[in-house]
Each structure stands twice: as C-alpha cells, then as structure tokens.
C-alpha cells in the first residue's frame, strides 16, 4: 500500500499533466479531469487488484471502464504513471499518429484501455456486460466504472442501471462524477437531474454518497466501503461529488474549463500552485 | 444450365436458430442476447441447453450492444439478437464506437430483414441495414440465401475474430444449398454457367435469380448467377471474373439500391472494368404492409423484375 504522502504527490503530479497536455495542443478537457484526480489515483494506487501488464480479457485483476472518455487527460497520466505505457507519450497527447486520442480507444493499441468512449452514456452497458463475463468465468475479482452526472442524461444508462439492479449484477462499482456541470452550464439549469440517490435506490441499486470526492482518504474510504458491499445481490453506486477543475484555483466553481486549453500565462498559474512532485514528462 | 432442388422450404431464421443449437454444444464462448424476441429468433434450443450463456435484455437494444461489447472483455463471443431494423439503425452509434472502433467481437444477428417481414408494415421493415454496417470500418457484413446457408454462416462467424453482421429473414423460402456446403466468409458461390449475363444475387434474391436464370434459358439468354452471401468483404475478383465473360451485370437484393450490395458492385466495375449494371432493388422508399409476395412483386424484388432487368442490361453492351 502507498504511503499517503506518495499518492498525494501523485496527485499533484497528475494535476501537471493534465494542464500540460491541454496546453500543449489547445485542446482537450481540463475540468472534469482535474476534479476526479483523487479518484482514479485512488483506483488504480490503492483500491484496485491489478495484474502486471495488459492484456485485453483482464481475467484475474479489476477492471476500470471510463464512460465520460471526455476527461481523457487525467485517464492518461494515471495509467501512463502507473506503468502501463510510457510517461513520455503525454507528450503525444490528440496530436497525429498518437496513440493518446482525444478520447480513449482501443483502436491504436493502447495499453490499459479497454473500450472507447466519448459519445457518452455507452460506457455502463459495457462495464456491465464486463461483469458479467467476469461470472462466466467464475473470476471474483469487480468491475469499476466512471460517469460524468450530466452523461446521466442519455437514456441507455437507465437501460443498463435497470438491467444491473434486475439481473444482480453485484460485481459491479460505478461511480458518477457529480459535480453538477456541463457543457451549456449547471447540471440542474440545462436538464434538472433532481435526487440521483432516490433514483439509483428506486432501481434497485445500494448506493453510497461521497460528499468530497476531492478528499483523498474519503475516496478510499467510499471506495473501501464500495467493494465490502459487492456480492450482496446488488450492483453498487458511488455518488462523488467533485469540484470541476479541483486544484487550480480560476479553474474552480464553473464550467467554464470543461473544454477549454489554458494560455501561457494561466498554465504557468495553474503550474505555480501544484508544483513538480515526481518530475514532469 | 446446372438445376437447383428445393429440399423444402424452411425460414432462414431456422437456420440461424439451429446454428446456435449447434455452437451452443460445441463452443463454450458463444454466448447469446436477446431483447425480447426469442421465439421470433429461434434461439429456444440454445437458452434451454445453455441458460447460463443467455443473457435476456427486455426491450433495451442499446444497452445490449454495450453488454454484448462488454461480454468479449473476458473472452466470451457474444451473438445479439433482435430484428434487424432494431440491429442497426436504432443502435449505430452504440456499434459504431463500443463495437466497431473498439474492435470487438460480437456478432451482430438480425432477423426480419426488408420487406419479407411483410404485414407488420415499414417501421419493421429495414432496407437500409446493408449500407449503415457495411460503412463501419471492420465490420464484416453477411447476408445468407437459405436455410442451410444461414446455418452454415452462423457457426462460420464464430471463427471470424471481428465483428460481424449476420442478416437473415422471417419468410419461408426455398432451401438449395447442399447441408454440407463450406462457408467461407467472403467467398462468393457460383451457381450457374453463362455467357450473356452476370446475375449477382444476395439473401431472398438468390432463388429468385436462380427461377430467372431458367426461365431465361428458355428464352436462349444465357446468366451467371452468383451468390454473394457475403457483402463486405466483397469477392471483386469472382465478380470481375464473370463480368469480363459476360459484359453485364444485374445486382439483386432485399434492400434500398442506396447504399446495398448494387452499389459496391458498381464501384468494384467503375475503378477496374466497366460495364453496363441494372440494380434489382427497392428504389429509395419505404416499404408498407402486405404479404412478402405481394411486396416482392410491387416494389420489382422477384424473378420477374430480374429477367426484366436482364434483357435491359443485354441491350447497352457494347
């Protein structure tokens, strides 16, 4: 198990990254990425079982789906930094013959990738066809999965949330990133989404709240109290509240950086207040 | 000319059924979805054999593309099943990126394809499907004649790492095929000799061309018929092979000639041999209710609009 510390310099780190590789091409999706650092830091330092290596089926590790595939960044330096690919290849971020898209793919080979995603809300049908196989091949190990709150608003999700809590899928963790913002502005402005934790129970489904999923410890204590749930005869929610941009402070309290690259002048900011921890790529 | 029995006419979505009777015995990583359609699938064999290996979706198509995606995560080969205007149109986007871009292996298993669905009406009735998944890069695109053929093609994807889309239909047809006849994916069949024309067929159509083929012997016009159960990839060189003998062509099939197997046909002559075509296919419309004769009939799917079409084609060789 790392020791705290380490995974907060972790953090940090990953929080360089991100802002230097959306700078780096003007492009890409600081916001979201910067609010669920914590939590895939956490996921794949601490919480989940992982084999050395990648290879495709992962029989006999957990599995981490990305539905929101916009939030790419954070995706990268996490898995590019715990050894999956090399840490060098952020550089090559949405830039022409990458293996790093804008969105996540399988489709160039990238390690630690599983399925693409980027048109939103398909990402719960496949983590639970996942878990699934997962109990054909009698392989204890869980499924996790992310959703951005607005991705909430296509339909298919509800297919699978209903197909999970009916068929028991109880491997299965998905946790949904709800920091209340989307492209148009608040969740609750462009398509109220009311109380999510009524809606997951009314479907079935045990359900745990993450009131700041920007708290290191409280994402691995939720995620902890996640996996002693599963195998009970329902698939588990994690509903993490986050603050979109976490960690740079003009990046905070709107929605404003969901897709936007900074300049010079606010990178340098956004470098100022999460200084090098584990040596930039 | 080289004749063709009918051994008794049989549903090609039988044939899909016994086909997945068949891989449910013999191949433990097949496994099935439904979206509640399993009798009009004819799957019922295989889920009491296998219960464990079936996966009932209710009416949620999108999200069974996702399981089934989800499925070859773990090394399963998960075969979807539901009508094909629910195969395709209604979840393109879930296969274009959780199945095709994500290269995985599903099989993509769609009955009561084109008009032949008959009364249940346009809404059902998809002519399109062919061109929507042919489009996807990486997707193999299949479109069997019979029973026998269907059969044969379904325990043949299973061999075939990639996705694939298995079309077939609800009408009783004739079945011609041998029952031991190879399936080779992307392998057109030659059923017939000639030398005035190419008839390539697909799917329902196959029968027809044959019935026209004969009937034109009568008639002293001499056609090659191909069946080409196998859309993309296409056999170009057993096309041009025949084309190069004939000097024309007529494309048959149940679906819109927008975007079908007339129109790679036609692009495979343009770039290396042209010659003159004529496109035996609804015209871009929708279908509407009635029995599959009658609609095969209206809208020039059967053996009188492929002879019809023969004798206009001969006419502009050169």
Known sequence: MPKSQDLQDLIVQVRRDIVRMVHNVNSGHPGGSLGCTEFLVALYNEVMELKDGFDMDGIGEDLFFLSNGHISPVYYSVL???????????????????????????????????????????????AVGAAQAKKLNKD?????????????????????IMYAAGKKVDNLIATIDRNGQQIDGPTEEVMPMGDLKAKFLAFGWDVLELEDGNDL????????????????????????????????????????????????????????????????? | ???????????????????????????????????????????DTFIKENPERFFQVGIAEANMMGIAAGLTIGGYIPYTTTFANFSTGRVYDQIRQSIAYSDKNVKICASHAGLTLGEDGATHQILEDLGLMKMLPGMTVINPCDFNQTKAATIAIAEHEGPVYLRFGRPVVPNFTPEDQ???????????????????????????????????????????????????????????????????????EEHNYLGGLGESVARTLTTEYPAPQAFVATKDTFGESGTPEQLMEKYGLNNKAIEQAVKEVIKKKA
């Not at chain 1, 190990?141 to 999700?157: A, C, I, M, R, T």
């Not at chain 2, 000319?1 to 433990?28: H, I, V």
């Open chain 2, 1 to 43: 000319m080289k004749k063709y029995t009918n051994q008794g006419s049989k549903d090609t979505r039988s044939g899909f059924g016994a086909g997945m009777t068949e891989l449910g015995r013999t191949n433990p990583k097949v496994v099935a979805l439904c979206a509640d359609l399993v009798g009009s699938l004819k799957i």
């Open chain 1, 80 to 126: 590019a930094r715990r050894g999956y690919f090399p840490i060098e290849e952020l550089n090559t971020f949405r830039l022409i013959d990458s293996r790093l898209q804008g969105h996540p793919t399988t489709h160039e080979g990238l390690p630690g990738v599983r399925i693409a995603s980027g048109s939103l809300g398909q990402g719960m049908s496949v």
């Open chain 1, 217 to 281: 410890q409280a994402v691995i204590d939720t995620l902890h109290e996640a996996k002693n749930r599963t195998g009970k005869g329902k698939p588990v929610c994690i509903i993490m509240h986050t603050e979109m941009g976490h960690g740079v402070d003009f990046m905070m309290g709107t929605h404003a950086w969901h897709g936007k690259a900074p300049n010079d002048e606010q990178l340098a900011t956004a470098l100022a207040q999460n200084p090098e921890t584990l040596g930039d790529y």
């Open chain 2, 182 to 252: 190879e399936f080779t994916i992307g392998k057109a069949v030659h059923l017939t000799e000639g030398s005035d024309v190419t008839i390539v067929a697909t799917g329902h159509l196959v029968w027809q061309a044959l019935l026209a083929a004969e009937n034109l012997e009568k008639e002293g016009i001499l056609a090659e018929v191909i069946n080409i159960h196998t859309i993309k990839p296409l056999d170009t060189e057993a096309i041009l092979k025949s084309v190069k003998k004939t000097g024309c062509v007529v494309t048959a």
């Open chain 1, 140 to 160: 204890p190990h869980l499924v996790f999965s992310l959703h951005g709150d607005g991705e909430l608003q296509e339909g298919q999700n509800w297919e699978a």
